[in-house]
């Protein structure tokens, strides 16, 4: 009889990576890396039926689409649609995700900004499924070509290493995974900037957030994986409950620098006192090349999910409204926290339910748990 890989020479089988307490991917609330406050915990004061806007009032622009971007007949490829949305079961867990157009952008007949794409690669139970988003920069022509390329690119980057990665995450080496992870995001970055360059563009007018998450299809393997660079939120929705678990960048430097390690001497060698800084820059050296402008930090996080959780990836679009606005986190923990994931068609209702004040693209990814 052929055994499983999880099948000892007597049949019996071994405990998978993932099913031993390991302290790389703790199955708690609280994970050691990345902790943070719960979300707003509204009561779920709203009916079970759709609305169209939570919060004090009905934000400013129509609730739906109205003027269509301009387009080129010459360069109908570019093209963005106003709502993009799809899903999948695989394993133990159910994927719904949407992109769709801001107000702002709906009324002003602008282009989605945001990007989405969904992939699978491999088969069976090494099958290894990817969600990319990203946001390309404010108020620039291109931003929307932006976005879909660092979709494209890292996309094209975790698929040629789908195999490694889903090795990875099934043995649970978060080492291994966060710097290949990381390489590959960085090259992906780094393509965006060349493409810039080719393009006569400041490389911050071409650019664009990436958030992107990794989800095993075996369906023992619950181990979810967040990565990327760049604004949004990420967040579970467990026992009725938001935590807002998104990475935080820099925490291995606390406090402020100190004499010796950041900060200049408070005199010279010779018992003169420095002056303070006026604030004004130093013209670059014709034997240096320029500094680049500082770039937003890696993001990391894979942690164990839960039977009934729900993991929300989403851009900033949505995040900043379940920040700020305790009746959309109220009545989406109502609509999500039920025994089976929405249909495409709930989850489109759900997802573009309205705050006055936040009219930016949305684009969400949700992993409902079995």
Do not use: N
């Not at 006026?278 to 500094?291: C, H, K, N, V």
Request: hydrophobic share 35%; with cysteine.
């Amino acid at each position: 009889m052929q055994r499983t890989p999880g099948e000892d020479t007597a049949g019996a089988r071994k405990p998978w990576p993932w099913d031993v307490a390991d302290p790389e991917f703790p199955d708690t609330g609280d994970d050691a890396w990345a902790a943070r406050p719960p979300a707003t915990r509204g009561e779920p004061a709203v009916p079970d039926s759709a609305v169209e806007y939570v919060g004090s009032g009905p934000p400013t622009y129509d609730p739906e689409p109205t003027a269509l971007p301009a387009a080129d007949p010459d360069g109908l490829d570019d093209l963005v649609a106003d709502t993009v949305l799809d899903g999948a079961r695989y394993g133990t867990c159910t994927l719904r995700a949407v992109s769709q157009r801001g107000d702002s952008a709906r009324y002003r007949g602008e282009p989605r900004r945001d990007a989405l794409l969904t992939a699978r690669f491999g088969s069976g139970d090494q099958a290894l499924l990817l969600v990319a988003t990203a946001t390309g920069a404010r108020a620039t022509p291109g931003a929307h070509r932006a976005a879909a390329e660092v979709c494209e690119w890292i996309a094209r980057a975790v698929g040629r290493s789908h195999q490694r990665l889903t090795e990875d995450i099934q043995a649970a080496r978060r080492g291994d995974l966060k710097s290949g992870l990381h390489r590959l995001t960085d090259r992906s970055l780094g393509r965006l900037r060349a493409s810039a360059a080719e393009q006569g563009v400041p490389a911050d007018e071409h650019a664009a957030s990436l958030r992107c998450l990794l989800v095993p299809a075996h369906p023992q393997c619950r181990t979810r994986v967040f990565f990327g660079v760049g604004d949004g939120g990420l967040f579970r929705l467990r026992d009725g409950e938001w935590q807002d678990i998104e990475p935080q960048a820099g925490t291995d430097t606390v406090g402020e620098p100190v004499v010796g390690y950041g900060s200049p001497p408070a005199e010279t060698p010779e018992g003169d006192r420095l002056t303070m800084d006026l604030g004004i820059p130093t013209p670059p050296s014709p034997y240096e090349p320029a500094p680049e402008p500082p770039r937003a930090p890696f993001l990391f996080r894979a942690s164990v999910a839960r039977p009934g959780d729900a993991l929300v990836m989403c851009s900033g679009g949505l995040a900043d409204p379940l920040r700020g606005e305790p009746a959309l986190c109220a009545y989406l923990a109502r609509r999500w926290s039920g025994p089976t994931p929405p249909g495409l068609a709930a989850f489109l209702a759900d997802s573009q339910v309205r705050v006055k004040g936040y009219a930016d693209d949305r684009t969400a990814a949700v992993v409902w748990e079995a």
